[in-house]
């Protein structure tokens, strides 16, 4: 049995209280997680003040990019062992882990270490109306101490997509994980550790809701980075407006695919279903909702047929399996009730639609279903539902596929697929998400694409540029490049000086 510890201010601590973690092919306990109080938090505020007061945010930046490189070949020092690991905590599949739970966040380390230009020196320009008399400079400073709350779903990855930016530009964070997948964070403290990474840079905090509110609430932290369910990040928002807490938050989606009537049937269908049932559908830029055009519906639901019945479903561990639980049984039990309530509002199972069989007993299985004769209010089409279902709505006309797209209150991503390149890059401007695919699906480039969700999908960005500088503050500084008064505004006033 594994017990999971705090870290704080470079130190191991225990706290009071414990939350199981089972592993989601067996549902056997293999740890416990603190089920931390707002004490751990003040002490992790408090270590994450004094190290932000401290050196780190005054590195040079180029010497944060390097603790960034070190905390990756940390990391990568003990690559296979993590992967192990991971499989166990998270029900990523054999095939699925190494490359997306553990090799993703290495890579983007390194990636966000390259993004160190951004920040070398202040942009600058002249005064527009006399040049000579002075000059302005933009500088990006850090906003603070940075509490992150990272959800279960993929715990490594979306540490490393929170702490790399905010510390390359000088933070110091208070990282909350998801108590259902402690394994990540975990690895990511004791990485830092051995990189030398500054006491109180980084600390981990575990723990359920209380730990959450007080973080959010706590008068010590300057921005929180939220990624989770919509229910919970408005909340979150709500709670930190009270002390006017910076915010990023990249909340739910229910992303459509938009099938042109010219697109390439194979394609759309195989990159659909990799994107709707990939990790059991627990990603929230999945593309869950396929719209297709009335005159192929028979022909892409026999495609999706054949190719959906096929996946295997198992333990995580089965390097056969293509897909493997759900991360809980209370998971499983709310994808389980959307299957039903999709069916009890007029959909019919394609594929799927029942308990998978012949799978260890005690896991957290769930079908691949596929959903069809949808409308999009069924609440199989138009509520997140993050489990390995997909729903397939008809369509008449582009119009009415955008219409349908959009008929959510999420814009998280979007794919459109459609042989007529010109054509379907014209519906993706019409179709709300802030990352879009054409003619493919997952493709992310952290160090250049932003993810900026529209409506209840997020506030602010992640990502890129845009979400580097989400981590700072910018001053605004002007200096005079004379010490006349001849063209400065002080004449307006005091007229005996003379």
Known sequence: MRTFGNYIGGRWVEAPGVLPVDDPSTGEVFGHVPDSDSSAVDAAVAAARAAFDGPWARLDVRDRAKALQDLALALESRFDDLVDEMIVDTGATARFCPMLQVGAPMAHLRDFAEMAHLLEKPESFPLDTNPSLGQWELHREPVGVVGAFTPYNFPLFMCVWKIAPALLAGNTVVLKPSPLTPVGPDALARAAEQAGIPAGVINVVHGDRIAGEALVAHPGVDMISFTGSTAVGTRVMASAAATAKEVVLELGGKSPAVVLPDADAELAV???????????????????????????????????????????????????????????????????????????????????????????????????????????????????????????????????????????????????????????????????????????VAQADVARTPLSGRGMSGVGAENGRDGLFAYTKVRSLYTALDTSLDGRAYGVVGSEWD
């Open 270 to 440: 195989r990159g659909t279903i990799f994107s709707s049932m990939m990790h059991a559908g627990q990603a929230c830029v999945a593309t869950t909702r396929m719209i297709v055009p009335d005159a192929r519906y028979g022909e892409f639901l026999e495609l999706l047929q054949a190719r959906a019945s096929v996946l295997t479903v198992g333990p995580a561990a089965d390097f056969l399996t293509d897909v493997g639980p759900v991360i809980s049984e209370a998971a499983r039990a709310k994808v389980e009730k959307f299957i039903s309530a999709g069916l009890e509002h007029g959909g019919r199972a394609l594929v799927g639609g029942e308990p998978p069989a012949g799978v260890p007993s005690g896991g957290h299985y769930v079908s691949p279903t596929i959903l069809v004769d949808l409308d999009n209010d069924n609440p199989a089409a138009h509520e997140e539902i993050f489990g390995p279902v997909l729903s397939v709505i008809r369509y008449r006309d582009v119009d009415d596929a955008v219409r349908i797209a959009n008929d959510t209150p999420y814009g998280l991503a979007a794919a459109v697929w459609g042989s007529d390149v010109t054509r379907a890059r014209e519906v993706a401007r019409r179709v709300k998400g802030g990352l879009t695919w054409i003619n493919d």
